[in-house]
């Protein structure tokens, strides 16, 4: 596995799609992490604002042989780790959103099909307070 930490990038997703090729070349399985991403990227092209306290990151897997049930695999997996780490409990909004415990988005996933063999999946959390 690659895995290249970042303190600060702009987005974990264009970076690991921009530097795809060549990183495959050396590992399929690849992570890109930051402590603080600065133009995260959302459904359909948003913004994601990163608070303080968050995880983002992007990473390469293997799709689902149905590709439309991989993001919701995901966050199912996401809201699983969530609960188990932090013992909060969280629920998954079709079709990629993180609700917290009081129902308000605390984070995202983002995938990119690429082939049959690779998925870019992108995901964001708040971890702490939520700024407005």
Not at 107 to 117: A, C, F, H, V
Request: with cysteine.
């Amino acid at each position: 596995m690659i895995h290249k930490h970042f303190t600060t990038i702009d987005s974990t997703q264009k970076y690991l799609k921009d530097n795809l090729e060549d990183l495959l070349q050396k590992d399929p399985t690849i992570l890109i992490s930051t402590s603080e991403q600065t133009q995260g990227i959302g459904r359909n092209g948003h913004n994601w604002k990163g608070q303080s306290n968050a995880l983002a990151l992007s990473f390469t897997i293997l799709p689902n042989t149905d590709v439309s049930v991989t993001p919701l695999e995901l966050g199912v997996l996401t809201i699983k780790k969530k609960k188990t780490q932090f013992n909060i409990k969280c629920y998954l909004k079709w079709p990629n959103d993180i609700l917290g415990p009081h129902l308000q988005k605390c984070g995202g996933i983002l995938t990119q099909y690429i082939n049959p063999q690779t998925v870019i999946a992108g995901i964001g959390i708040n971890l702490g307070k939520m700024e407005h």
